[in-house]
């Protein structure tokens, strides 16, 4: 199954902004969640529908936000969205205020 990496404007301009060591890393557990679309962790209530992935990079933890399309089994390329990255502080109300301004919930 051939995958596509869809990377939205809060991924990027973190990815951006980091050296190269730590955007090696990014790449490193983008491609993992590719191989693994499962690997994140599903989340529930307001963020129904998003996995987070987490990993540690210098003693801090990040963690990456990404969506899966509903129905992986039947499709030959499979999309992931990735929608932010980020340490924890702040991760989730920031990701709640994007997703609303997007139009993915109201």
């Known amino acids: 199954m051939q995958t596509v990496r869809q990377y939205k404007k809060p991924f ?3 990815v ?3 050296p190269r060591p730590f955007r090696a890393i990014i790449e490193d557990e983008v ?5 693994q679309p499962d690997i994140g962790e599903m989340k529930v209530g307001d963020l129904a529908g998003i996995r987070v992935h987490k990993f ?10 990404y969506h899966l399309p509903d129905n992986t089994q039947a499709v030959q390329i499979l999309t992931i969205d ?7 502080e702040r ?7 994007y997703l609303r301004a997007s ?4």
Do not use: M, P, V
């Not at 990079?57 to 936000?65: G, P, T, V």
């Not at 991760?91 to 205020?97: A, N, Q, V, W």
């Open 12 to 14: 990027s301009q973190f």
């Open 16 to 18: 951006k902004k980091q």
């Open 31 to 35: 491609s993992l969640i590719c191989e």
């Open 56 to 65: 540690r990079f210098n003693r801090q933890e990040y963690l990456i936000a």
């Open 82 to 88: 990735f929608y932010q990255i980020g340490t924890h």
């Open 91 to 97: 991760f989730y109300e920031d990701l709640k205020h």
């Open 103 to 106: 139009g993915w919930y109201a």
